[in-house]
């Protein structure tokens, strides 16, 4: 068989060094990239489940006007899980009335009607609780937003980052 020669006698091809400083550079770019790609998924499902919770308060508001007080998720319409009175979403923002392992978030309706003796006003809390792969995302934990209009997140980066 024969080999390529380039002048001075030396073979042709990548030496072992060569091929180790390559395969060092590819190392370090997927170990800057694959941390950028993953937050970038779990922000994408984070957004998903903040458009679900605006989606549901608008609903509560047109509810309230024609009641003067909130409604359920079923009372909304929802495909609610019966136990537990829950909806799930993706990350592509379908809601399922049961989890499944695509499920990215659980999200409920607590709500307290108005109570005349006591002077007790109507309002809602809508929350958005990570699940599955989601459930890693610490930065931002729980979801949620009032009727008052106030959001929250349980994570470390808090509301105005997780809500953006």
């Known amino acids: 068989m024969a080999q390529a ?4 006698g030396r ?3 990548l030496t072992l060094i060569e091929l180790l400083i390559v395969l060092l550079i590819l190392g370090l770019i997927a170990g800057f990239a ?4 993953l937050s970038h998924g779990v922000k994408s499902q984070r957004q998903a489940a903040t458009a679900a919770l605006r989606a549901i308060s608008r609903q509560e508001a047109a509810w309230f006007t ?9 009372q909304l319409g929802y495909p609610v899980d019966s136990d537990n009175a829950a909806i799930y979403i993706d990350g592509d923002g379908n809601v399922a009335a049961s989890a499944s392992r695509d ?5 409920t309706v607590e709500r307290r009607l108005s109570d005349a003796r006591s002077g007790t006003l109507p ?3 809508a929350t958005a609780t990570p699940m599955n792969k ?5 930065r931002c934990g729980a979801l949620s937003l009032a009727s008052t209009g106030q959001i929250g997140a349980t994570g470390s980066l ?3 980052v997780c809500w953006q």
């Open 158 to 160: 808090g509301e105005v």
């Open 34 to 37: 694959l941390p950028v790609m």
């Open 134 to 138: 989601q459930a890693g995302d610490s």
């Open 123 to 125: 309002y809602f809390l």
């Open 11 to 13: 073979h042709s091809g």
């Open 103 to 107: 499920s990215s978030y659980r999200i």
């Open 66 to 74: 024609g009641t003067h007080e909130y409604a359920s998720l079923s």
């Open 5 to 8: 020669r380039l002048r001075g």
